[in-house]
Structure formats: structure tokens, C-alpha cells
């Protein structure tokens, strides 16, 4: 029945790994499952707990980097948050000027102002209501806009 407790043990670091997505967890949870099939032989406990470290340990130091590695790559580069904002179109709930205004951005009302004229581009008084306008940086909670 030893067999039944390793086989627990590693479902339950299977699922505290999809807390922690850092596949920590899961090469532990790889060190259990050689627990288990240790104690399934028949093996004794003090065998069971020597597969399990070695197998534990062979996972983290040999598998691990690779396997993080290859998530690395093959996952996008996600923003989220004030990044995610940055680029998306807005439009302007009230007039927005240097001093401030209101934008609609992603389905949110934002506080907005337009941003500093770039060099070289002249500098809008004010977007009207209704126009639509991009986020080009977030200041704390206000929304920096440019008119399109």
C-alpha cells in the first residue's frame, strides 16, 4: 500500500505545480512517481525514499532547465497590466487636453491627458468628445493619449 501514498504525494505536487508554474513541483512530483513504483517492486522504505531523492533530484538538475527552457521559448511574450494598455486605441469621453479628460480604453473609463508634442509635430490644443485617440504611455493611473 506504500505504493498508494507516493502515488498521492505526486498528484498532489502535480497540482501545487499549477500554482507555481516554475515545473519545480512536477520534477518532485517525477521523484514520487519513482517512489511509488520502488514500493510497487516491493522495494523497503529506506530504498522508496533513496529512488525518490535520486529521481527528484536527476529531474531538477537535468530535465528542469531544459524543460523551462523550451517553455520560455515556445511561450509568447504576454503583456499584461499598464503594459497591455500601451499602443491600444481609446476614445475620448470628454475633451482631452494637456490638463486632463476622460477615455473609454478597453472597455474602462480612464482618466487621460494628452502627451508632450514630439519633436518636430505640432502640439494639439485639445481632442473633442467622441474622437479616437492612442494610448502612448500610462502616468500612474492617467492615460496619455495622442489624437489619430
Same mark, same amino acid.
Given at each position: 500500500?506504500?505504493?498508494?501514498?507516493?502515488?498521492?504525494?505526486? #498528484?498532489?505536487?502535480?497540482?501545487?505545480?499549477?500554482? &507555481?508554474?516554475? #515545473?519545480? @513541483?512536477?520534477?518532485?512530483?517525477?521523484?514520487? #512517481?519513482?517512489?511509488?513504483?520502488?514500493?510497487?517492486?516491493?522495494?523497503?522504505?529506506?530504498?522508496?525514499?533513496?529512488? @525518490?531523492?535520486?529521481? &527528484?533530484? #536527476?529531474?531538477? @538538475?537535468?530535465?528542469? $532547465?531544459?524543460?523551462?527552457?523550451?517553455?520560455?521559448?515556445?511561450?509568447?511574450?504576454?503583456?499584461?497590466?499598464?503594459?497591455?494598455?500601451?499602443?491600444?486605441?481609446?476614445?475620448?469621453?470628454?475633451?482631452?487636453?494637456?490638463?486632463?479628460?476622460?477615455?473609454?480604453?478597453?472597455?474602462?473609463?480612464? &482618466?487621460?491627458?494628452?502627451?508632450?508634442?514630439?519633436?518636430?509635430? $505640432?502640439? $494639439?490644443?485639445?481632442?473633442?468628445?467622441?474622437?479616437?485617440?492612442?494610448?502612448?504611455?500610462?502616468?500612474?493611473?492617467?492615460?496619455?493619449?495622442?489624437?489619430?
Amino acid at each position: 500500500m506504500a505504493w498508494l501514498w507516493w502515488l498521492g504525494g505526486a #498528484l498532489v505536487l502535480a497540482v501545487v505545480e499549477t500554482l &507555481s508554474a516554475d #515545473l519545480t @513541483f512536477i520534477m518532485i512530483a517525477g521523484g514520487a #512517481l519513482g517512489g511509488a513504483v520502488a514500493a510497487g517492486l516491493g522495494a523497503n522504505l529506506t530504498v522508496q525514499v533513496i529512488v @525518490f531523492a535520486a529521481v &527528484s533530484v #536527476l529531474l531538477l @538538475f537535468l530535465v528542469r $532547465p531544459w524543460a523551462k527552457a523550451q517553455l520560455v521559448r515556445r511561450t509568447p511574450n504576454m503583456l499584461t497590466n499598464v503594459e497591455a494598455k500601451i499602443g491600444r486605441e481609446a476614445t475620448a469621453l470628454t475633451a482631452v487636453d494637456l490638463r486632463g479628460g476622460r477615455v473609454l480604453l478597453a472597455g474602462e473609463e480612464w &482618466s487621460a491627458r494628452l502627451a508632450e508634442p514630439r519633436p518636430g509635430t $505640432p502640439e $494639439p490644443r485639445a481632442v473633442a468628445a467622441g474622437a479616437h485617440v492612442r494610448v502612448v504611455a500610462v502616468d500612474g493611473a492617467v492615460a496619455l493619449v495622442w489624437p489619430l
